[in-house]
């Protein structure tokens, strides 16, 4: 497995959990060192890992880091299987599998969601794209960590388009959230009140149920940062140009994460639009 940040050092102790024997990869070191043990060994490099193994899970943060992985282990890996579930556009999946392709690798395409809780949790949806006999060969390898496994398509790159639609309305429901609440406050209304009533009604979400006691409570921990919320409503516009499709919402909520990432720390919680909202229309903190 290659990348062991918040989603994939999770995963990698789920895979670990349920009995499978693994090699890690991380530019980071010390990521690797409490997965390390009997079943897990690490990489010293890229080259290294793609001698020793025929699958490769792969969840990095952007294409140029999921290019740079793939040509390292080809110069080495011919053979096998590499998963990418790291989240890109679908037609830089096409790239990446016409570059594996060419050294005798295929590949699946394999985002995911849930979360960092559903990392942890071994809950996770996996988008698969794909052979279907490949996906039925390590529906029990992705079984370790996720609850929901669904063949979206027997091509690389209809994962990522999938995943593409999720994060487009990740997206534009957390905005709609951060409105929501800010609405409330200038109308003077008990915040948990308000939460609570729309849970029960038609105008909730899951982003909104998620969401929105971080907000009545002021918690912005991160969770799910806005310069990858932001990446992700990036590559769901891209995707919507590509086929031709309209993304009038999507387009403004990632007008608003981009503001947002460039008057807060990008590393902070997405949930920091809510604080954009609550600038524009003169809210102080509670």
């Known amino acids: 497995m290659i990348g062991l940040g918040a989603m994939g050092h999770s995963i990698a102790r789920n895979i670990l959990d349920h009995g499978y024997s693994m090699v890690l990869y991380d530019v980071r070191p010390e990521a690797m060192e409490d997965l390390t043990g009997p079943r897990a060994s690490a990489a010293a490099s890229l080259q290294d890992l793609g001698e020793k193994v025929d699958t490769v899970l792969v969840i990095v943060n952007t294409?140029?880091?999921?290019?740079?992985?793939l040509e390292g282990?080809?110069?080495t890996m011919d053979r096998g299987v590499v998963i990418n579930?790291?989240?890109?556009?679908?037609?830089?999946?096409?790239?990446?599998?016409?570059?594996?392709?060419?050294?005798?690798?295929r590949m699946m395409d394999c985002p995911v969601s849930g979360g960092t809780a559903g990392a942890k949790q071994g809950t996770l949806t996996v988008m698969a794209a794909g052979e279907e006999r490949l996906l039925e060969r390590y529906r029990p390898l992705f079984s370790s960590f996720a609850a929901n496994i669904v063949h979206v398509?027997?091509?690389?790159?209809?994962?990522?388009?999938?995943?593409?639609?999720?994060?487009?309305l990740v997206g534009v429901h957390m905005c709609a959230a951060a409105e929501a609440f800010t609405l409330a406050r200038k109308c003077g209304l008990d915040l948990q009140m308000v939460?609570?009533?729309?849970r029960a009604s038609a105008g909730s979400s899951r982003i909104f149920e998620?969401?929105?006691?971080?907000?009545?409570?002021?918690?912005?921990?991160?969770?799910?940062?806005?310069?990858?919320?932001?990446?992700?409503?990036?590559?769901?516009?891209r995707t919507a140009n590509l086929v031709g499709a309209p993304t009038f919402l999507c387009g403004t909520?990632?007008?608003?994460?981009k503001l947002s990432a460039s008057k807060f720390p990008p590393t902070d919680?997405?949930?920091?639009?809510?604080?954009?909202?609550?600038?524009?229309?003169?809210?102080?903190?509670?």
Request: glycine content about 8%; proline content about 1%.
């Open 63 to 69: 294409f140029p880091q999921c290019r740079g992985v």
């Open 73 to 75: 282990l080809l110069e």
């Open 85 to 105: 579930m790291s989240t890109i556009a679908m037609d830089e999946a096409k790239a990446l599998e016409e570059l594996a392709l060419e050294k005798g690798v």
């Open 153 to 168: 398509g027997q091509r690389v790159g209809q994962g990522q388009a999938v995943k593409a639609i999720n994060q487009l």
């Open 195 to 198: 939460y609570d009533t729309i």
């Open 210 to 237: 998620n969401r929105g006691q971080f907000l009545i409570d002021r918690d912005f921990s991160t969770r799910s940062t806005l310069q990858i919320q932001l990446k992700d409503t990036d590559i769901a516009c």
């Open 253 to 257: 909520a990632r007008e608003l994460f």
């Open 269 to 286: 919680d997405s949930i920091e639009v809510a604080r954009l909202y609550e600038e524009l229309c003169g809210l102080g903190e509670q």
